[in-house]
Protein backbone atom coordinates (compact mmCIF):
# COMPACT_ATOMS: atom_id res chain seq x y z
CA UNK A 1 0.00 0.00 0.00
CA UNK A 2 1.43 3.41 -0.85
CA UNK A 3 0.29 6.61 0.39
CA UNK A 4 1.32 10.23 -0.29
CA UNK A 5 0.44 13.24 1.67
CA UNK A 6 0.73 16.74 0.77
CA UNK A 7 1.90 19.81 2.87
CA UNK A 8 2.19 23.51 1.93
CA UNK A 9 4.12 25.72 4.15
CA UNK A 10 3.00 28.78 5.23
CA UNK A 11 4.35 31.82 3.88
CA UNK A 12 1.34 34.06 3.00
CA UNK A 13 2.40 34.37 -0.89
CA UNK A 14 2.44 30.38 -1.34
CA UNK A 15 -0.75 29.91 0.55
CA UNK A 16 -2.73 32.72 -1.41
CA UNK A 17 -2.06 30.87 -5.03
CA UNK A 18 -1.99 27.01 -3.66
CA UNK A 19 -5.52 27.79 -1.40
CA UNK A 20 -6.89 28.60 -5.19
CA UNK A 21 -5.75 25.22 -6.51
CA UNK A 22 -8.42 23.17 -4.30
CA UNK A 23 -11.41 24.81 -5.99
CA UNK A 24 -10.27 22.21 -9.03
CA UNK A 25 -9.55 18.92 -8.18
CA UNK A 26 -7.97 17.50 -11.31
CA UNK A 27 -4.10 18.13 -10.63
CA UNK A 28 -4.33 15.13 -7.99
CA UNK A 29 -6.37 12.22 -9.61
CA UNK A 30 -4.02 10.22 -12.26
CA UNK A 31 -1.11 10.85 -9.94
CA UNK A 32 -2.90 7.96 -8.17
CA UNK A 33 -3.75 6.02 -10.90
CA UNK A 34 -1.59 4.29 -13.35
CA UNK A 35 -2.49 5.21 -16.97
CA UNK A 36 0.58 2.96 -18.67
CA UNK A 37 0.59 -0.63 -19.33
CA UNK A 38 3.91 -1.83 -18.30
CA UNK A 39 4.67 -0.40 -14.58
CA UNK A 40 3.98 -3.77 -13.61
CA UNK A 41 6.85 -5.54 -11.96
CA UNK A 42 6.92 -9.31 -10.78
CA UNK A 43 10.10 -8.99 -8.68
CA UNK A 44 12.02 -11.99 -10.13
CA UNK A 45 13.82 -12.60 -12.75
CA UNK A 46 11.69 -11.28 -15.55
CA UNK A 47 11.66 -7.95 -13.66
CA UNK A 48 15.88 -7.39 -13.54
CA UNK A 49 15.19 -8.08 -17.12
CA UNK A 50 12.44 -5.71 -17.43
CA UNK A 51 10.12 -8.09 -18.59
CA UNK A 52 12.08 -8.56 -22.27
CA UNK A 53 11.60 -12.32 -21.66
CA UNK A 54 8.11 -13.06 -24.01
CA UNK A 55 10.98 -14.79 -25.92
CA UNK A 56 11.69 -17.15 -23.06
CA UNK A 57 13.56 -16.81 -19.78
CA UNK A 58 10.36 -15.63 -17.65
CA UNK A 59 10.91 -18.06 -14.84
CA UNK A 60 8.03 -18.24 -12.76
CA UNK A 61 6.41 -15.16 -14.61
CA UNK A 62 5.67 -17.14 -17.61
CA UNK A 63 1.94 -17.88 -16.65
CA UNK A 64 1.85 -13.57 -17.67
CA UNK A 65 4.43 -12.74 -20.28
CA UNK A 66 4.05 -15.82 -22.44
CA UNK A 67 2.06 -19.35 -21.45
CA UNK A 68 4.18 -21.32 -23.80
CA UNK A 69 7.40 -20.74 -21.78
CA UNK A 70 6.11 -22.74 -18.84
CA UNK A 71 7.21 -25.00 -20.41
CA UNK A 72 10.78 -24.23 -19.82
CA UNK A 73 10.96 -25.56 -16.03
CA UNK A 74 12.63 -28.67 -15.64
CA UNK A 75 11.57 -29.00 -12.05
CA UNK A 76 8.89 -28.39 -9.97
CA UNK A 77 8.83 -25.05 -8.20
CA UNK A 78 7.43 -22.25 -5.70
CA UNK A 79 7.84 -19.06 -6.33
CA UNK A 80 7.28 -15.60 -3.55
CA UNK A 81 8.45 -12.31 -4.50
CA UNK A 82 8.04 -8.57 -2.84
CA UNK A 83 9.44 -5.28 -2.98
CA UNK A 84 11.78 -4.73 -0.04
CA UNK A 85 11.64 -0.35 -0.59
CA UNK A 86 9.92 1.33 -2.99
CA UNK A 87 10.07 4.90 -3.21
CA UNK A 88 8.82 7.66 -5.81
CA UNK A 89 9.37 11.28 -6.01
CA UNK A 90 7.14 13.45 -8.06
CA UNK A 91 7.96 17.66 -8.93
CA UNK A 92 5.32 19.30 -11.55
CA UNK A 93 7.12 22.44 -12.54
CA UNK A 94 4.17 25.24 -12.87
CA UNK A 95 1.32 23.15 -12.37
CA UNK A 96 -0.49 25.91 -10.22
CA UNK A 97 0.57 29.19 -12.51
CA UNK A 98 4.05 30.47 -13.91
CA UNK A 99 6.77 29.43 -10.71
CA UNK A 100 4.10 27.72 -9.22
CA UNK A 101 5.14 24.31 -8.45
CA UNK A 102 3.72 21.11 -6.65
CA UNK A 103 5.84 18.33 -5.18
CA UNK A 104 5.03 15.03 -3.63
CA UNK A 105 6.37 11.54 -2.74
CA UNK A 106 4.85 7.81 -1.59
CA UNK A 107 7.07 5.22 -0.38
CA UNK A 108 5.80 1.43 0.52
CA UNK A 109 6.62 -2.06 0.54
CA UNK A 110 3.99 -4.58 -1.81
CA UNK A 111 3.98 -8.22 -1.75
CA UNK A 112 3.95 -9.02 -6.05
CA UNK A 113 4.10 -12.30 -6.67
CA UNK A 114 3.44 -15.88 -5.55
CA UNK A 115 3.45 -18.81 -7.88
CA UNK A 116 3.48 -22.69 -7.89
CA UNK A 117 4.83 -24.23 -11.05
CA UNK A 118 4.12 -28.08 -11.88
CA UNK A 119 5.76 -30.50 -14.29
CA UNK A 120 3.95 -34.21 -13.73
CA UNK A 121 6.56 -37.05 -13.82
CA UNK A 122 4.26 -39.12 -15.41
CA UNK A 123 3.70 -36.49 -18.74
CA UNK A 124 7.08 -34.39 -19.07
CA UNK A 125 5.54 -32.61 -22.07
CA UNK A 126 2.44 -31.23 -19.96
CA UNK A 127 3.42 -27.85 -17.21
CA UNK A 128 1.11 -26.46 -15.33
CA UNK A 129 1.22 -23.17 -13.27
CA UNK A 130 -1.13 -21.08 -10.97
CA UNK A 131 0.01 -17.83 -9.75
CA UNK A 132 -1.32 -14.86 -7.74
CA UNK A 133 -0.42 -11.46 -8.80
CA UNK A 134 -0.36 -7.78 -7.36
CA UNK A 135 -1.18 -5.86 -10.76
CA UNK A 136 -1.58 -2.35 -8.58
CA UNK A 137 -2.29 -1.69 -5.27
CA UNK A 138 -2.50 1.99 -4.45
CA UNK A 139 -3.22 4.26 -1.73
CA UNK A 140 -3.43 7.92 -2.06
CA UNK A 141 -4.63 10.60 0.44
CA UNK A 142 -4.62 14.45 0.87
CA UNK A 143 -5.97 16.60 3.81
CA UNK A 144 -5.67 20.17 3.37
CA UNK A 145 -6.82 23.41 4.82
CA UNK A 146 -5.68 27.14 4.79
CA UNK A 147 -6.90 30.62 6.11
CA UNK A 148 -5.72 33.49 4.46
CA UNK A 149 -6.09 37.13 3.12
CA UNK A 150 -6.73 37.70 -0.18
CA UNK A 151 -8.15 40.48 -2.73
CA UNK A 152 -10.63 38.72 -5.21
CA UNK A 153 -13.38 40.37 -5.06
CA UNK A 154 -13.72 43.05 -6.77
CA UNK A 155 -16.99 45.29 -5.27
CA UNK A 156 -15.62 44.42 -1.63
CA UNK A 157 -12.83 47.04 -0.66
CA UNK A 158 -9.43 45.55 1.29
CA UNK A 159 -8.69 42.04 1.36
CA UNK A 160 -11.26 38.91 1.99
CA UNK A 161 -10.93 35.63 4.59
CA UNK A 162 -10.57 32.87 2.96
CA UNK A 163 -11.06 29.43 4.31
CA UNK A 164 -10.63 26.30 2.24
CA UNK A 165 -10.69 22.66 3.46
CA UNK A 166 -10.00 20.25 1.01
CA UNK A 167 -10.20 16.47 1.12
CA UNK A 168 -9.25 13.56 -1.02
CA UNK A 169 -9.30 10.21 -0.89
CA UNK A 170 -8.21 7.63 -3.91
CA UNK A 171 -7.55 3.56 -3.47
CA UNK A 172 -7.72 1.39 -6.52
CA UNK A 173 -6.49 -2.14 -5.83
CA UNK A 174 -6.16 -5.16 -9.04
CA UNK A 175 -5.35 -8.36 -7.69
CA UNK A 176 -4.92 -11.28 -10.49
CA UNK A 177 -5.08 -15.20 -9.53
CA UNK A 178 -4.27 -17.39 -12.57
CA UNK A 179 -3.93 -20.75 -13.96
CA UNK A 180 -1.44 -21.71 -16.87
CA UNK A 181 -0.86 -24.78 -18.65
CA UNK A 182 1.90 -25.38 -21.48
CA UNK A 183 2.66 -28.34 -23.73
CA UNK A 184 5.66 -29.58 -25.53
CA UNK A 185 4.55 -30.40 -28.96
CA UNK A 186 8.02 -31.23 -30.40
CA UNK A 187 11.77 -30.65 -28.30
CA UNK A 188 11.44 -26.99 -30.01
CA UNK A 189 8.38 -26.46 -30.22
CA UNK A 190 5.63 -25.20 -27.16
CA UNK A 191 2.47 -23.94 -26.58
CA UNK A 192 0.65 -22.39 -23.82
CA UNK A 193 -2.59 -20.87 -22.70
CA UNK A 194 -3.68 -18.70 -19.19
CA UNK A 195 -6.56 -17.47 -17.73
CA UNK A 196 -6.70 -14.70 -14.82
CA UNK A 197 -9.62 -13.94 -12.14
CA UNK A 198 -9.32 -10.28 -11.96
CA UNK A 199 -10.56 -8.32 -8.98
CA UNK A 200 -10.56 -4.73 -9.39
CA UNK A 201 -11.95 -2.23 -6.30
CA UNK A 202 -11.87 1.38 -6.33
CA UNK A 203 -13.06 3.80 -3.76
CA UNK A 204 -12.71 7.82 -4.70
CA UNK A 205 -13.98 10.70 -2.83
CA UNK A 206 -12.77 14.28 -2.63
CA UNK A 207 -14.57 17.48 -1.30
CA UNK A 208 -13.74 21.11 -1.42
CA UNK A 209 -15.33 24.29 0.67
CA UNK A 210 -14.20 27.50 -0.13
CA UNK A 211 -15.59 30.65 2.23
CA UNK A 212 -14.32 33.87 1.48
CA UNK A 213 -16.10 37.35 3.66
CA UNK A 214 -14.74 40.54 4.28
CA UNK A 215 -12.36 40.85 7.57
CA UNK A 216 -13.42 44.97 7.92
CA UNK A 217 -17.65 45.01 8.29
CA UNK A 218 -17.14 48.36 6.47
CA UNK A 219 -16.05 47.08 3.47
CA UNK A 220 -20.20 45.63 3.41
CA UNK A 221 -21.31 49.34 4.12
CA UNK A 222 -19.74 50.68 1.24
CA UNK A 223 -22.03 48.75 -1.42
CA UNK A 224 -24.69 48.97 0.57
CA UNK A 225 -25.16 45.53 1.60
CA UNK A 226 -25.64 42.96 4.97
CA UNK A 227 -22.82 40.92 5.43
CA UNK A 228 -22.38 38.21 3.52
CA UNK A 229 -19.89 35.13 2.65
CA UNK A 230 -19.06 33.97 -1.05
CA UNK A 231 -18.77 30.17 -1.59
CA UNK A 232 -17.58 27.58 -3.37
CA UNK A 233 -17.68 23.78 -2.69
CA UNK A 234 -18.32 20.75 -4.69
CA UNK A 235 -17.86 16.89 -3.80
CA UNK A 236 -17.49 13.59 -5.17
CA UNK A 237 -17.69 9.91 -4.45
CA UNK A 238 -18.00 6.71 -6.24
CA UNK A 239 -16.82 3.32 -5.42
CA UNK A 240 -17.07 -0.11 -7.19
CA UNK A 241 -15.41 -3.78 -6.69
CA UNK A 242 -15.73 -5.81 -10.06
CA UNK A 243 -14.48 -9.26 -11.02
CA UNK A 244 -13.20 -10.22 -15.02
CA UNK A 245 -11.98 -12.85 -16.79
CA UNK A 246 -8.21 -12.34 -18.59
CA UNK A 247 -6.68 -15.08 -21.13
CA UNK A 248 -3.60 -15.16 -22.92
CA UNK A 249 -2.55 -17.39 -25.25
CA UNK A 250 1.25 -17.86 -26.57
CA UNK A 251 4.33 -19.95 -28.67
CA UNK A 252 7.68 -20.80 -28.13
CA UNK A 253 10.26 -21.44 -30.52
CA UNK A 254 13.79 -22.32 -29.08
CA UNK A 255 16.78 -23.70 -30.61
CA UNK A 256 20.90 -24.01 -29.72
CA UNK A 257 21.33 -20.73 -29.68
CA UNK A 258 17.90 -18.74 -30.09
CA UNK A 259 14.78 -18.69 -29.31
CA UNK A 260 11.29 -16.96 -30.21
CA UNK A 261 8.25 -16.02 -29.07
CA UNK A 262 4.21 -15.01 -29.49
CA UNK A 263 1.86 -13.84 -26.21
CA UNK A 264 -1.90 -12.15 -27.42
CA UNK A 265 -3.74 -10.87 -24.72
CA UNK A 266 -7.28 -10.71 -25.29
CA UNK A 267 -9.47 -7.78 -23.86
CA UNK A 268 -11.25 -8.39 -19.88
CA UNK A 269 -14.04 -10.33 -20.05
CA UNK A 270 -15.71 -7.87 -17.61
CA UNK A 271 -18.77 -7.50 -15.36
CA UNK A 272 -18.86 -11.06 -14.01
CA UNK A 273 -19.86 -9.66 -10.83
CA UNK A 274 -20.16 -5.93 -9.50
CA UNK A 275 -20.83 -4.99 -6.03
CA UNK A 276 -20.90 -1.73 -3.98
CA UNK A 277 -21.45 0.70 -7.01
CA UNK A 278 -21.79 4.28 -5.66
CA UNK A 279 -21.42 7.50 -7.25
CA UNK A 280 -22.69 10.98 -5.98
CA UNK A 281 -21.73 14.61 -6.53
CA UNK A 282 -22.24 17.74 -5.18
CA UNK A 283 -21.87 21.66 -5.89
CA UNK A 284 -22.64 24.72 -4.85
CA UNK A 285 -21.93 28.17 -5.38
CA UNK A 286 -23.09 31.02 -3.62
CA UNK A 287 -22.91 35.73 -3.58
CA UNK A 288 -20.14 35.13 -6.80
CA UNK A 289 -19.97 38.30 -9.10
CA UNK A 290 -19.32 38.84 -12.34
CA UNK A 291 -15.50 40.79 -12.27
CA UNK A 292 -16.66 42.61 -15.51
CA UNK A 293 -19.73 43.80 -15.30
CA UNK A 294 -20.29 43.42 -11.27
CA UNK A 295 -23.34 41.96 -11.72
CA UNK A 296 -24.77 38.60 -9.71
CA UNK A 297 -23.91 35.38 -11.05
CA UNK A 298 -26.74 32.94 -10.35
CA UNK A 299 -26.57 31.04 -7.08
CA UNK A 300 -26.87 27.35 -7.63
CA UNK A 301 -26.86 24.07 -5.40
CA UNK A 302 -27.13 20.89 -7.14
CA UNK A 303 -26.78 17.07 -4.95
CA UNK A 304 -27.57 14.06 -6.75
CA UNK A 305 -26.62 10.30 -6.09
CA UNK A 306 -26.95 6.83 -7.44
CA UNK A 307 -25.91 2.98 -5.79
CA UNK A 308 -25.89 -0.85 -6.80
CA UNK A 309 -28.26 -1.72 -9.81
CA UNK A 310 -28.60 2.36 -10.88
CA UNK A 311 -24.58 2.58 -11.28
CA UNK A 312 -23.19 0.79 -14.19
CA UNK A 313 -19.70 0.04 -13.84
CA UNK A 314 -17.66 -0.87 -17.13
CA UNK A 315 -14.03 -1.58 -17.99
CA UNK A 316 -12.24 -2.35 -20.85
CA UNK A 317 -8.71 -3.52 -21.75
CA UNK A 318 -7.00 -3.77 -25.23
CA UNK A 319 -6.31 -6.82 -27.29
CA UNK A 320 -2.56 -6.73 -27.33
CA UNK A 321 0.06 -8.74 -28.95
CA UNK A 322 3.36 -9.29 -27.70
CA UNK A 323 6.56 -10.77 -29.48
CA UNK A 324 10.15 -11.35 -28.39
CA UNK A 325 13.56 -12.83 -29.66
CA UNK A 326 15.93 -14.08 -27.65
CA UNK A 327 20.01 -15.03 -28.73
CA UNK A 328 22.99 -16.01 -27.00
CA UNK A 329 25.64 -14.27 -27.74
CA UNK A 330 27.87 -16.55 -26.32
CA UNK A 331 27.13 -20.05 -25.79
CA UNK A 332 25.57 -20.25 -22.24
CA UNK A 333 27.94 -17.70 -21.40
CA UNK A 334 25.78 -14.20 -22.24
CA UNK A 335 22.42 -13.99 -23.58
CA UNK A 336 20.53 -11.20 -25.05
CA UNK A 337 16.69 -10.26 -24.48
CA UNK A 338 14.21 -8.46 -26.68
CA UNK A 339 10.06 -7.84 -26.29
CA UNK A 340 7.66 -5.49 -28.43
CA UNK A 341 4.31 -5.34 -27.45
CA UNK A 342 1.33 -3.30 -29.55
CA UNK A 343 -1.58 -2.41 -27.19
CA UNK A 344 -4.85 -1.50 -29.38
CA UNK A 345 -6.75 1.49 -29.03
CA UNK A 346 -9.79 1.32 -26.35
CA UNK A 347 -12.89 3.55 -28.03
CA UNK A 348 -13.45 6.16 -25.12
CA UNK A 349 -16.99 4.54 -23.48
CA UNK A 350 -18.29 4.98 -20.06
CA UNK A 351 -16.43 3.47 -17.48
CA UNK A 352 -18.84 4.45 -14.30
CA UNK A 353 -22.51 5.14 -15.82
CA UNK A 354 -25.42 6.41 -13.61
CA UNK A 355 -28.71 9.02 -14.94
CA UNK A 356 -29.27 11.54 -13.12
CA UNK A 357 -32.38 11.95 -11.21
CA UNK A 358 -35.36 13.23 -12.30
CA UNK A 359 -35.45 15.71 -9.79
CA UNK A 360 -32.05 17.17 -10.22
CA UNK A 361 -33.06 20.92 -10.11
CA UNK A 362 -30.88 23.84 -12.22
CA UNK A 363 -31.59 26.91 -13.04
CA UNK A 364 -31.63 27.57 -16.33
CA UNK A 365 -29.64 30.78 -15.73
CA UNK A 366 -26.56 29.05 -14.68
CA UNK A 367 -25.37 27.54 -18.35
CA UNK A 368 -21.92 26.80 -17.29
CA UNK A 369 -22.74 23.94 -14.99
CA UNK A 370 -22.99 20.58 -16.66
CA UNK A 371 -26.11 18.59 -15.57
CA UNK A 372 -26.37 16.09 -18.56
CA UNK A 373 -24.73 13.07 -17.12
CA UNK A 374 -24.18 14.68 -14.20
CA UNK A 375 -22.47 10.83 -12.43
CA UNK A 376 -20.99 9.61 -15.56
CA UNK A 377 -16.97 9.34 -16.12
CA UNK A 378 -15.46 8.19 -19.14
CA UNK A 379 -12.13 6.35 -20.03
CA UNK A 380 -10.42 4.94 -22.89
CA UNK A 381 -6.96 4.50 -24.17
CA UNK A 382 -4.26 5.23 -27.50
CA UNK A 383 -2.60 2.47 -29.05
CA UNK A 384 0.57 2.36 -27.62
CA UNK A 385 3.99 0.14 -28.87
CA UNK A 386 6.39 -0.84 -26.16
CA UNK A 387 9.76 -2.23 -26.29
CA UNK A 388 11.78 -3.71 -24.04
CA UNK A 389 15.75 -5.32 -23.98
CA UNK A 390 17.79 -7.15 -21.51
CA UNK A 391 20.88 -8.93 -20.97
CA UNK A 392 21.59 -12.07 -18.85
CA UNK A 393 25.42 -12.75 -17.74
CA UNK A 394 26.05 -16.04 -16.26
CA UNK A 395 29.40 -15.00 -14.49
CA UNK A 396 30.00 -17.82 -12.10
CA UNK A 397 28.73 -21.41 -12.08
CA UNK A 398 25.99 -20.34 -9.68
CA UNK A 399 25.86 -16.94 -9.69
CA UNK A 400 24.07 -15.03 -12.71
CA UNK A 401 23.46 -10.90 -13.45
CA UNK A 402 20.48 -9.87 -15.19
CA UNK A 403 19.90 -6.27 -16.57
CA UNK A 404 17.12 -4.56 -18.56
CA UNK A 405 15.45 -1.16 -20.00
CA UNK A 406 12.12 -0.47 -21.36
CA UNK A 407 10.26 2.01 -22.53
CA UNK A 408 6.24 2.47 -20.68
CA UNK A 409 4.22 5.16 -22.63
CA UNK A 410 1.02 6.68 -21.31
CA UNK A 411 -1.85 5.81 -22.99
CA UNK A 412 -4.06 9.06 -22.35
CA UNK A 413 -1.38 11.21 -23.16
CA UNK A 414 -3.13 11.52 -26.83
CA UNK A 415 -6.09 10.24 -26.63
CA UNK A 416 -9.33 11.81 -28.63
CA UNK A 417 -12.62 11.27 -26.97
CA UNK A 418 -14.60 12.30 -29.58
CA UNK A 419 -18.44 13.33 -28.73
CA UNK A 420 -17.02 12.44 -24.90
CA UNK A 421 -14.54 15.37 -24.81
CA UNK A 422 -17.16 17.56 -22.52
CA UNK A 423 -17.76 14.78 -20.02
CA UNK A 424 -15.56 14.18 -16.88
CA UNK A 425 -12.78 11.92 -16.78
CA UNK A 426 -10.10 11.06 -14.18
CA UNK A 427 -7.88 13.49 -15.25
CA UNK A 428 -4.07 14.76 -14.28
CA UNK A 429 -0.47 13.85 -14.92
CA UNK A 430 0.08 12.27 -18.26
CA UNK A 431 3.73 10.60 -18.26
CA UNK A 432 5.63 8.74 -20.11
CA UNK A 433 8.23 5.95 -18.35
CA UNK A 434 11.55 4.94 -18.70
CA UNK A 435 12.55 1.58 -16.49
CA UNK A 436 16.08 0.75 -15.82
CA UNK A 437 16.71 -2.64 -13.96
CA UNK A 438 19.42 -4.99 -12.78
CA UNK A 439 20.64 -7.70 -10.22
CA UNK A 440 21.78 -10.63 -9.37
CA UNK A 441 20.36 -14.59 -9.14
CA UNK A 442 22.49 -16.64 -6.73
CA UNK A 443 21.89 -20.41 -7.41
CA UNK A 444 21.69 -22.41 -4.20
CA UNK A 445 21.14 -26.21 -4.18
CA UNK A 446 18.85 -26.08 -6.74
CA UNK A 447 17.21 -22.73 -5.58
CA UNK A 448 17.11 -19.15 -6.45
CA UNK A 449 18.08 -16.12 -4.35
CA UNK A 450 17.08 -12.98 -6.44
CA UNK A 451 18.07 -9.84 -5.17
CA UNK A 452 17.78 -6.27 -7.93
CA UNK A 453 16.92 -2.80 -8.28
CA UNK A 454 14.65 -0.61 -10.42
CA UNK A 455 15.15 2.81 -11.22
CA UNK A 456 12.29 4.68 -13.29
CA UNK A 457 12.51 7.98 -14.86
CA UNK A 458 8.86 9.60 -16.04
CA UNK A 459 8.66 13.12 -18.12
CA UNK A 460 5.47 15.02 -19.65
CA UNK A 461 6.26 18.56 -21.18
CA UNK A 462 3.81 21.51 -21.87
CA UNK A 463 1.45 19.83 -20.56
CA UNK A 464 -1.69 22.21 -19.55
CA UNK A 465 -1.74 23.24 -16.33
CA UNK A 466 -3.95 22.10 -13.65
CA UNK A 467 -5.36 25.35 -12.61
CA UNK A 468 -3.61 29.24 -13.30
CA UNK A 469 -3.16 31.30 -10.03
CA UNK A 470 -1.02 33.60 -11.34
CA UNK A 471 -4.03 36.12 -12.17
CA UNK A 472 -7.20 34.99 -10.81
CA UNK A 473 -10.03 36.21 -10.83
CA UNK A 474 -13.44 36.22 -8.58
CA UNK A 475 -14.91 34.00 -12.20
CA UNK A 476 -13.53 33.27 -15.37
CA UNK A 477 -15.76 32.19 -17.58
CA UNK A 478 -13.38 30.38 -19.53
CA UNK A 479 -13.05 28.14 -17.12
CA UNK A 480 -16.35 27.78 -15.65
CA UNK A 481 -15.11 27.92 -12.16
CA UNK A 482 -14.42 30.55 -9.58
CA UNK A 483 -10.96 31.81 -8.02
CA UNK A 484 -8.71 31.51 -10.78
CA UNK A 485 -7.09 32.76 -14.19
CA UNK A 486 -6.63 30.59 -17.41
CA UNK A 487 -4.86 27.76 -17.86
CA UNK A 488 -1.47 27.81 -20.08
CA UNK A 489 0.78 24.77 -21.60
CA UNK A 490 3.56 25.36 -19.35
CA UNK A 491 3.85 22.37 -17.08
CA UNK A 492 6.63 19.75 -17.09
CA UNK A 493 6.47 17.04 -14.87
CA UNK A 494 9.27 14.39 -13.43
CA UNK A 495 8.79 11.45 -11.98
CA UNK A 496 11.82 9.51 -10.24
CA UNK A 497 10.61 5.97 -8.60
CA UNK A 498 13.48 3.92 -6.58
CA UNK A 499 12.63 -0.06 -5.83
CA UNK A 500 15.18 -2.89 -4.50
CA UNK A 501 13.68 -6.04 -4.69
CA UNK A 502 13.84 -9.60 -3.32
CA UNK A 503 12.78 -13.17 -4.19
CA UNK A 504 13.23 -16.54 -3.69
CA UNK A 505 12.50 -20.09 -6.03
CA UNK A 506 12.37 -23.14 -4.66
CA UNK A 507 12.09 -26.32 -6.64
CA UNK A 508 11.77 -29.68 -5.77
CA UNK A 509 11.05 -32.94 -7.61
CA UNK A 510 11.28 -33.49 -10.79
CA UNK A 511 11.72 -36.17 -13.79
Same mark, same amino acid.
Given at each position: ?44 ? $??? +? !??? &? ?10 ? *???? =? ?123 ? $??? +? !??? &? ?10 ? *???? =? ?294
Amino acid at each position: MHQIQKNMHQPKFLNKFLFILFVNFLPLVTWSQDNNYWTRSFNEE $SSL +L !SGS &VVGGGAGPSAIY *YNPA =SISEISKSSFSINASLFAFNFLNANNALGDSIHLDGYHGGVTPRFISYMYQPKKHPRLSFEAAYLSTSNYELNITQNADIKLNVINRLNGDERYLSTFNYHYKYTDDWVGVGTSFKITPHVYLGS $SMF +L !SLR &VMNYSRSIDNQA *YAID =SSAYSAIGSEAYAAQFSSSANASYYDYGLIFKGGALYHNNRFSFGVNITAPIIDGLYTGGEYSSRKRLQNNIFDPASGLSIPDYFIVDSKTYDDVEIKTKTPLAIATGLNYELKPKKLILYSTFEYFFKVKPYKSIQANESNFLLIDPNVETVPSDEYLTYVAGASAILNGAIGIQWNIAEHLIFYAGYRTDFNYVKHLDYGHYAKKQSLQGFVLDYYHLTGGLVWQLRGNNLITGFQYTRGSSFSQEQFINVSNPVEYNYKENAALQGDRENSMNTFANYIAIYFGATFKFGGN
